[in-house]
């Protein structure tokens, strides 16, 4: 995954949602109730199970509105979640606390919710050697922390963009006439850009066939029966080429151990970041001081 400096991107995103939430006016409701001199005591608890991802956003978030809100962090991202569970207790200014709350529980809730789902396709594969990958399916602009998601969860990261690995897809192929044409132009392409990996899309075992003459770095096995993947593997290891093998395509919590059994190196997995729903997280006021 690149970004150039995650602390630039975040600073510019946390800025982002503030504004969206806060405008320049405030929030209006606390500056009808509240003085700048009021204060709470907060708590960021889990109401429900899973995996946690965000808390590394609590911080900067919450700093950014106020700094005299003092955070006691009490979990890490990629810790489990229970019922109850204390994430984080804020001190400090009751405004700068509720500025903050529907944003950073937005972020929670959305990339808990990720890591969760990412951890049971992981759990439901972990006796095999098959590891879990994430898509390019994610929130414009929020891939970055989606990914770190899929990270907490215990899976891994595909490519981040279209600019650090040639994967020739379905539509490539279509377009070039073929797996073969489209892996010599890839080929060719990278002849002097020896660290880009090429991945070919492949959906029938005559394409898998065509595709591993020219060697490349993966092959994606879209949409393939049981068969045919089983198939692909068994050709790998009877010829003894180094070619990773991923599945891909309608991956879901009850067929990826079947498709994970028949011996691929990855399953890549959109679900896990387009349709992952929130986890239950609330803020709750404690105290008034």
Do not use: W
Not at 132 to 147: A, G, I, Y
């Amino acid at each position: 995954m690149r970004i150039d400096s995650e602390k630039d991107y975040l600073d510019a995103l946390i800025a982002c949602a503030l504004r969206e939430d806060l405008d320049e006016i405030g929030d209006v409701t606390s500056e009808a109730i509240f003085s700048d001199s009021d204060l709470a005591e907060a708590v960021i608890k889990c109401k429900s199970h899973g995996v946690l991802s965000g808390i590394y956003l609590i911080e900067p978030l919450f700093q950014k509105i106020d700094n005299r809100i003092k955070i006691e962090v009490c979990c890490n991202d990629g810790d489990e979640a229970a019922p109850g569970k204390v994430i984080c207790i804020l001190h400090g200014p009751v405004k700068g606390i509720l500025a903050g709350e529907r944003i950073i529980l937005n972020f929670l809730q959305r990339l808990s919710g990720i890591a969760t789902v990412t951890s049971q396709y992981v759990k439901a594969i972990e006796h095999t050697g098959t590891k879990l990958l994430d898509t390019r399916k994610t929130t414009p602009t929020l891939r970055f922390l989606e990914k770190k998601a899929v990270l907490h969860g215990g899976g891994l990261n595909h490519r981040f963009g279209l600019f650090d690995m040639i994967l020739i897809k379905d539509t490539h192929v279509k377009q070039c006439g073929g797996p073969a044409n489209a892996l010599k132009k890839a080929l060719d392409f990278r002849s002097d850009k020896k660290d880009l990996k090429i991945e070919v899309e492949v959906q029938s075992f005559e394409e898998f066939l065509e595709a591993a003459q020219y060697m490349p770095d993966r092959i994606m096995l879209d949409n393939m029966s049981l068969a045919d993947m089983k198939a692909c593997v068994e050709h790998i290891r009877k010829t003894g080429t180094e070619i990773e093998l991923e599945a891909s395509g309608n991956i879901t919590l009850s067929n990826i151990a079947s498709v994970a059994a028949t011996g691929v190196d990855f399953i890549s997995s959109g679900a896990i970041t387009h349709s992952a729903p929130a986890l239950d997280i609330h803020l709750v006021i404690k105290q008034a001081g």
